[in-house]
């Protein structure tokens, strides 16, 4: 037992723990986040926080630890802004090829300054802190961007911001740009687990230089199946360069189109389905709680109530039966 303890140790001294900062009062960078610096490679990694009414502090874009001074490299990083406070990045610092997790977040009035552009963490800002995060994280993954300064001047499109939701029958994405340069199209993929993604449609971008003004886009996934949706949004260069601008999930509950009877139904029971809805229906698709396809049914023609039967090999469960108008509920016992 006495040589297993000092081994239990070691294996929870060697678990990685994210190291963190607080800058305030004009702190200096080098100095009060030495601890989340390496000072051979100068890459920056952990979480540096700016609390709320802190004013401006700085991030410089080289540290001297006495051997001279050392580039600094955005690496894996969280930076947290307060309201009232802004933290000003210098454009010459370095991004860290490939890395994939630096997040900007704050709360407020929170703003980060890059090469004499402010970004706002108001998502309804023009250009707000998921312009600058996308910008990074490009630069990360593209040949020929080395610096923050760099990785702004070269993202295709300045996304302000996106959102997915729900409107009468329908999923509807919303974005909009600043800025897009050479932006060929976008494109909206669908999937119901978030691993396995279909192309759903593309949209047309600018195809030449726009900055200034903001420029809205609109795609809607008409009819989806009950159940959660992912959706991924993308953006293409004629050169055929894609860009992944981020991923939303949403649950949709449609609303009701007809009255079941009885509900719960028995597999292989029959059941009545009244249409509740003043234009006639004469399809009605059953779907499983995970937006599959089970089986359709033929209503009677101009007929306000149908005798169906479900099929005998139904788990027991929640179905959907959805129509042209909407999804009603049903449960299989």
């Not at 509807?172 to 192309?199: I, K, M, P, R």
Request: glycine share 10%; aromatic share 8%.
């Amino acid at each position: 037992m006495k040589q297993f303890l000092p081994l239990l140790f070691l294996f929870f001294s060697s678990i990685a723990v994210a190291q963190t900062c607080t800058l305030r009062n004009n702190a200096d960078f080098c100095s009060s986040c030495a601890a989340l610096i390496n000072p051979t490679t100068g890459v920056i990694s952990g979480v540096i926080t700016v609390p709320n009414n802190s004013g401006a502090e700085n991030i410089p874009a080289t540290c001297n630890f006495g051997s001279g001074p050392i580039p600094l490299v955005l690496g894996a990083l969280t930076l947290d802004v307060g309201t009232n406070s802004n933290l000003i990045i210098d454009e010459g610092i370095f991004v860290q090829s490939g890395v994939t997790s630096i997040t900007l977040t704050g709360n407020g009035t929170a703003t980060m300054t890059v090469d004499g552009v402010t970004y706002s963490s108001q998502t309804n800002a023009n250009p707000n802190f998921l312009v600058l995060q996308n910008a990074i994280s490009n630069c990360a993954n593209a040949a020929g961007c080395n610096t923050i300064g760099e990785a702004i001047t070269a993202l295709p499109v300045a996304l302000l911001g996106w959102t997915v939701s729900k409107e009468k029958e329908s999923i509807v994405l919303s974005w909009s740009s600043s800025a897009e340069t050479d932006n060929d199209f976008y494109l909206v993929e669908h999937s119901v687990d978030g691993n396995n993604f279909s192309e759903m449609g593309q949209l047309r971008g600018q195809t030449t230089a726009q900055v200034g003004g903001e420029r809205q886009y609109r795609f809607e996934h008409k009819q989806p199946a009950p159940g959660r949706h992912y959706y991924r949004l993308s953006q293409q260069d004629f050169d055929g360069t894609r860009t992944q601008l981020g991923l939303k999930t949403i649950v949709f509950q449609a609303g009701g189109s007809g009255n079941v009877s009885p509900n719960p139904v028995a597999a292989g029971g029959t059941f009545r389905f009244t249409q509740e809805t003043d234009k006639p229906i004469r399809t009605v698709a059953l779907y499983s709680v995970f937006g599959r396809l089970v089986t359709t049914f033929s209503l009677e023609a101009g007929g306000a109530a149908t005798e169906l039967t479900m099929p005998a090999d139904l788990p027991a469960g929640l179905y959907f039966l959805r129509t042209a108008a909407g999804t009603t509920k049903v449960i299989i016992r």
